[in-house]
């Protein structure tokens, strides 16, 4: 190695040169003031560059973050929750109609009556009399009601939640 | 508590111990706020993202795997999601740091006068803050985090001679403005 550059002295300094070329880059350096000033110069950045200070957070970072992970904990566990909630009222609604339905098939069972046709058409009219009885003018009016005042507190929790979550988010 | 290694006190968190993760915070946090302060030239930005970061690291944990080590991982997360705060600031910076090529020629802050000469220390930090984010990543991750140029590519996602190659720039860039402001002359 009979020249020298400004990379091989980064890897000089970085201990990436053999024996050999290091004991070259040290002969050059020691024969030439502008190259011994630019491995000083290299080196003191080098150093610098090490012992460079690490910025601090100025306010409690840690605090803020760990409270923000237990609210996202405590609404997604929410979530859950109101899921299996809304998820049992329906099987429960499921199965109580098809209990009843099952009752009603039970119940207006006649066995001297083996034609299934005729038990079909017996059952579907007595579940749709009984659907139209349940639906009828008046319940309807109590659905709707039920139904209404059930959006009207959905959206409330919504609107509440998000802004929990926007001044979470701030 | 320093004697727990990351992976333990992430065990624990995964075991519900979710106040655990605030150790990791406690163990990152200035770190990963330098480099991001470097990368984002603004303080606010820096916290605001750092604590996306931590978060996202969060929710991530459970797909972490353990045969992964930490710092790599959770700088991976802060290096990208500096990269899309920049992207989403400033859509030209992606030419910027697209390149390894285009290192800005780094100006000397004039207000340093000759009282100033000797805090050579103080001149760098004050200079290093120029270098595009790219560079101030890596400078970072080699000198405050102390992680090897293989470490530094794993999270920077390039390749470790391009690491060195940014290295070395930096490095010399600064040499140089040392040179030019008479630095060295002073310590020889």
């Known amino acids: ?170 | 508590m320093k004697d727990i290694s990351d992976l333990e006190i992430i065990e624990s968190v995964k075991n519900g111990n979710h106040s655990d993760y605030s150790l990791l915070i406690d163990r990152y946090k200035n770190r990963a706020f330098s480099m991001l302060k470097k990368m984002l030239r603004n303080e606010m930005d820096a916290e605001e993202v750092l604590q996306d970061c931590f978060l996202k690291a969060y929710s991530g944990l459970k797909n972490f795997r353990s045969e992964a080590k930490f710092s790599t991982w959770f700088y991976r997360i802060v290096y990208n999601t500096a990269l899309t705060r920049i992207s989403a600031k400033r859509r030209q910076t992606e030419n910027e740091m697209s390149s390894i090529d285009d290192l800005p020629e780094l100006k000397s802050n004039d207000d340093y006068e000759s009282s100033e000469k000797k805090d050579i220390s103080k001149f760098i930090n004050d200079t290093i803050d120029q270098l595009p984010p790219k560079y101030a990543t890596v400078i970072n991750l080699f000198y405050i985090d102390g992680m090897s140029c293989e470490e530094v590519s794993e999270i920077m996602n390039i390749g470790v001679p391009n690491v060195k190659v940014i290295l070395h720039r930096s490095r010399n860039a600064l040499k140089d403005l040392l040179i030019a402001r008479n630095y060295v002359m002073e310590i020889l």
Request: hydrophobic share 45%; proline share 2%.
């Open chain 1, 1 to 170: 190695m009979n020249t020298i550059s400004d990379e091989i002295l980064n890897k000089y300094l970085d201990g990436e040169l053999s024996k050999d070329e290091s004991a070259e880059v040290d002969r050059i350096v020691n024969g030439s003031p502008v190259w011994k000033q630019r491995l000083m110069a290299l080196k003191e950045v080098d150093h610098s560059l090490r012992n460079m200070p690490v910025p601090e957070i100025t306010f409690d970072i840690t605090s803020m973050i760990m409270q923000k992970i237990l609210w996202n904990e405590k609404s997604k566990r929410q979530q859950k929750r109101f899921i299996i909630i809304v998820t049992s009222i329906f099987i429960i609604l499921c199965l109580s109609i098809i209990g009843f339905v099952g009752f009603e098939l039970i119940r207006n069972y006649h066995p001297e009556n083996s034609k299934a046709i005729a038990y079909t058409i017996k059952y579907t009219k007595s579940i749709s009399e009984l659907l139209t009885s349940f639906f009828n003018k008046t319940n309807m009016t109590i659905i709707g009601a039920v139904f209404s005042f059930g959006l009207l507190i959905s959206a409330y929790f919504i609107f509440d939640y998000s802004k929990v979550f926007r001044k979470i988010g701030k």
